[in-house]
């Protein structure tokens, strides 16, 4: 996560998704930004939708009115201290590449979100990938699998966000459905949008409350790709 990121089009749709969950789970939220710095792009700047209430304003219109308020804040420091995301905790430290200080960052985060059932991990990316493993150069910019394993061991249920790479994407939603299944005993589920994929690894406690939230979110979001995949 970037704070130049903040408040775009994909927000809108992570934001309406955590509410959601949250509030037909009833889970305390925590967010694990994986905060990375500003690169100086231009990545983030899809904010069209704020201009276009008629088509986004109904899928949350609290969210969106929210967002509309503090959008000109480049800056995740604007979500947190809103109440759009209830009673959630936060991470915002910056990632490390280097793998002593990442295992030191994520033993600090984990602390901070102990109390938290379901934790949101919001890397630049996605999850790890075999070409950047912890420890190199931009490995900042995914979340480890194994602190999504280290993380479902201690109770927590996930939601991981994942941008779609240049592949078929039915076979790689597959593909990582089985990969944190088979890591983490989770029984998994995934919301797609137009260039990325969220996953949830339900704790089998948690299953049934998350697993509540799909009628809430097909409501919600029946126009704005926001779908079960």
């Known amino acids: 996560m970037k704070n130049q990121y903040f408040g775009d089009r994909n927000d809108y749709r992570k934001y309406g998704l955590l509410r959601a969950l949250a ?8 967010v694990c930004w994986i905060m990375t710095a500003d690169d100086g792009s231009t990545d983030g700047k899809f904010r069209e939708y704020l201009a276009q209430p008629s088509k986004w304003r109904a899928c949350d219109a609290p969210l969106y009115d929210g967002l509309l308020e503090i959008a000109g804040v480049r800056s995740v420091e604007a979500i947190e201290t809103s109440s759009l995301l209830g009673d959630a905790r936060f991470v915002t430290t910056i990632v490390p590449d280097h793998a002593a200080q990442r295992r030191e960052w994520f033993a600090s985060a984990s602390a901070t979100l102990a109390e938290c ?28 699998w194994h602190e999504l394993e280290e993380a479902f061991r201690r109770g927590h249920s996930l939601v991981i966000y994942q941008h779609f790479p240049r592949r078929e994407r039915r076979a790689f939603i597959a593909e990582v459905t089985e990969s944190l299944t088979s890591r983490t005993g989770a029984t998994v589920s995934a919301y797609a949008t137009p260039s990325v994929v969220f996953f949830i690894a339900a704790q089998p406690a948690h299953a049934s409350a998350l697993a509540s939230a799909a009628p809430l979110i097909r409501a919600r979001w029946p126009h704005a790709q926001l779908r079960s995949a």
């Open 23 to 30: 509030e037909a789970s009833r889970l305390r939220l925590g």
């Open 117 to 144: 059932p379901l934790i949101f991990f919001d890397p630049d990316n996605g999850i790890e990938v075999r070409s950047c493993p912890p420890g190199r150069r931009n490995s900042s910019k995914y979340v480890a």
